[in-house]
């Protein structure tokens, strides 16, 4: 793999080596995956489709920064949103199962948070979905570290919630 061609110089080795193994283990599953992201507008994506000879696990990732876009693309209730704020339990559950049921993916991973701004900076919700069971959460709260540290440490959760879900 060409680093200059990947987001391996801005990741630690542990998070590249995790999706790596995620990754073959989803194509030894024949298993795909579609992610649902706001604030870490499609660095996931992106990653997923990294790593050379087994990206074909991933099916497709929607990055939904906008309220409208996860209502639209995803199917979030404007309702749920309005009640509960994009960046909730509620609406990560919702924003993973959307993606589940609007692609090809036998898992989809949902994140929304507060990168750098917002109520409480740092304070992220995960979502992660998958046929016949029950959607996954979890809630971080990684503190006013930067946009780049948490979109980061937003990876780390992200691979891990995945390899727990296959």
Do not use: W
């Not at 996931?44 to 074909?56: E, K």
């Not at 876009?69 to 199962?97: C, D, F, N, W, Y």
């Not at 049921?101 to 989809?108: D, F, T, V």
């Not at 979905?129 to 029950?134: D, E, L, M, S």
């Amino acid at each position: 793999m060409n680093d200059t061609e990947t987001l391996s110089p801005v990741l630690p080795d542990e998070i590249e080596e995790a999706t790596r193994r995620l990754l073959a283990k989803a194509c030894d599953r024949d298993l795909m995956f579609a992610t649902a992201e706001s604030c870490t507008g499609g660095m996931l994506a992106s990653l997923l489709t990294d790593v050379q000879g087994v990206a074909h696990a991933f099916d497709r990732g929607f990055v939904t920064y906008s309220e409208e876009a996860k209502t639209q693309m995803l199917g979030v209730p404007e309702a749920l949103i309005e009640r509960e704020g994009a960046v909730s339990k509620a609406v990560a559950i919702a924003m993973a199962e959307g993606a589940l049921e609007n692609s090809r993916a036998h898992i989809a991973l949902a994140i929304t948070g507060f990168a750098d701004a917002g109520d409480e900076p740092g304070l992220v919700h995960f979502g992660c979905a998958r046929a016949g069971r029950v959607t996954a959460h979890r809630e971080e709260h990684f503190g006013p570290v930067g946009r780049g540290a948490t979109r980061v440490a937003c990876m780390k959760v992200a691979i891990e919630m995945m390899t727990e879900m296959l």
